[in-house]
């Protein structure tokens, strides 16, 4: 069975060393790393991390999940040091956020001008 140790360096042919990371909001980042067996999958790497005992908040059956950025599904299969990651949910669409900052750049600049004709 898996353990929340953090994993010697070069786990070898007998073991996997995985990094499971998540981020409950910017600045704070859960990172957990596992030797697990080789064959596993990411579901046991999530199991295996105890990201759900430590963020109850988060329903890893509708989570999105990556490994090194790259979506995937609790069925594939591990790779010795692959970074499982979980990702939040958007809490601002990007094309949204990005109208914001140019609006309000756009009214400090005005700002600046109005400031500097006084």
Known sequence: MANAEPAPAGAG???LCITVVYSARAGEV????LELPAGSLVGDALRASGLAERH???????AALG????LCDVQ?????RDRVEVYRPLQ?????ARRRR???????????????KR
Do not use: F, M, N
Request: glycine share 6%.
């Open 30 to 33: 859960d990172v957990c790393e």
């Open 56 to 62: 109850p908040q988060l329903d890893l059956s509708h």
């Open 92 to 96: 601002v669409d990007p094309k949204e």
């Open 76 to 80: 594939r299969v591990l790779r010795d």
């Open 13 to 15: 042919a007998a073991g």
């Open 102 to 116: 140019q609006q309000q750049q756009r009214e400090q600049a005005a700002a600046g001008r109005k400031a500097k």
């Open 67 to 70: 490994i090194w950025g790259t």
